[in-house]
């Protein structure tokens, strides 16, 4: 008897098949600069961290590959952004065919969203205001980069819609070889790269309400709490590190830079470009980007990480546990106690994770604890940000870090439901307490 493939394991059977057909298109021998075909290794590497929009590279994103390779990470990066399932849907739509009810599950499950009705109206915004904000933030990229258009037209118009989607998606990759550094002198351009990160962020639930469904005045709990954590994360984010580094690594820019570079630091958390080198950062610094990463960008973003409005329920659960509170209730409203339950079981698996990998790169790779646990982070929650570890691991450890950007990309919780078995009883045994803390 044939097993039949539960949505969650078709959905992570879909992208490595993805990832796998990225990978024979690199290894091609037009893909690469050097001399012969890329190994396996450094091209799936290479595919399963654009697919994932992540942006951790073992080779360097602008030397390494033709503008061929350089298009096949592009629309990797913008299949990982867009969703798979949204891709596929979108394809059916137009040839005409029905979207069976197994395919809107997946969707649903790829996207986060709440359940599967409406998703091809999900479907229509998302690759609607997709298309919408690359646009404009090319549009925008096109007006404030400096020297693009030196070596042509196509040229500079691909440099530009390159680095439109890397931003929106929280890709990361870059085309200059040193993020974004070239252009750390120039404010309005890294304004530019701060709004699309955050808008890619945000998830497309809150930003078809903010944006197509204009519900400023009633959104949603979720959307919400969504705004509410990203704000203060980055709020915090960036006061911390104009305090750290005001006299240190910013001691020479003017004020106005100074506010920019701080709120673009502590954006980038979701998306691994950086206006200096890394290693300029402060040690506490460094730790607070660690758990800003673990947290991540919101449900139905580009982004990774355990999530805000994991965070978010959390908090208020502790919060409302010490208040002696059975129920955990924000703006009027009350959570529903399975999303409290799946909040504390993603924050706990990813943590196991995390920590599980953290030493077992230790140990193999001979690496101290700090870079080791900044690129896991980074890896599991799709960041791209590295302190210079990722081309000094071995193979083994390159293996670890891409099944760690691969579960980034489907979820701690679609990794839990991938797991698990499930298991049908009518029996339940009896209750005891246990005694905690």
């Not at 302190?387 to 489907?410: E, K």
């Amino acid at each position: 008897m044939k097993r039949k493939l539960k949505p969650g394991q078709l959905l992570v059977a879909s992208y490595g098949t993805v990832g796998l057909v990225g990978t024979l298109l690199l290894m091609l021998p037009w893909a690469s600069t050097p001399e012969g075909p890329s190994t396996f290794l450094q091209a799936w590497f290479t595919a399963i961290s654009a697919l994932t929009v992540t942006g951790l590279t073992v080779v360097t994103t602008s030397t390494h590959w033709t503008l061929f390779g350089q298009t096949v990470i592009l629309v990797l990066m913008q299949i990982g952004g867009l969703g798979l399932m949204v891709l596929t849907t979108l394809f059916l739509v137009i040839l005409g065919l029905r979207v069976q009810l197994g395919h809107r599950v997946l969707i649903a499950q790829d996207r986060n969203h709440f359940n599967f009705t409406g998703i091809l109206s999900l479907v229509r915004s998302v690759v609607f205001l997709t298309l919408a904000i690359e646009g404009v933030g090319a549009v925008l990229m096109a007006l404030l980069m400096p020297g693009i258009w030196n070596d042509g037209f196509l040229r500079g118009l691909f440099f530009v819609v390159f680095h439109t989607v890397s931003a929106f998606n929280g890709a990361g990759f870059d085309l200059t070889g040193q993020s974004l550094e070239p252009f750390r002198y120039s404010p309005g351009l890294n304004l530019v790269f701060i709004v699309l990160i955050l808008l890619g962020s945000l998830g497309y639930v809150v930003l078809q309400e903010l944006l197509v469904q204009r519900q400023w005045q009633r959104p949603s709990l979720h959307s919400r709490l969504v705004l509410w954590v990203t704000g203060l994360i980055t709020l915090f984010g960036s006061a911390f590190y104009f305090m750290t580094e005001y006299n240190q690594s910013m001691a020479a820019l003017p004020l106005e830079n100074k506010v920019v570079e701080s709120l673009f630091q502590a954006v980038t958390r979701t998306a691994g470009f950086t206006t200096v080198p890394i290693t300029n950062w402060s040690e506490p610094f460094l730790f607070l980007m660690i758990l800003m990463m673990f947290v991540g960008a919101s449900p139905g973003s580009v982004g990774g990480g355990i999530k805000t409005t994991t965070v978010g329920t959390i908090v208020l659960a502790v919060w409302a546990i010490a208040r002696g509170k059975k129920e955990v209730v924000i703006w009027e409203r009350e959570i529903a106690s399975e999303s409290v339950t799946k909040a504390f079981t993603v924050t706990v698996v990813a943590l196991i994770l995390v920590s599980v990998s953290t030493l077992l790169l230790m140990t193999v790779e001979k690496l101290p604890l700090m870079p080791v646990l900044f690129e896991v982070v980074s890896a599991m929650a799709t960041v791209g940000l590295s302190m210079g570890v990722t081309q000094q691991l071995s193979p083994f450890g390159q293996v670890i870090i891409i099944l760690l950007m691969f579960v980034g990309r489907i979820g701690v919780l679609s990794l839990v439901i991938f797991l698990a078995k499930q298991e049908y009883r009518r029996l339940r045994y009896m209750k005891e307490d246990i005694l905690i803390g």
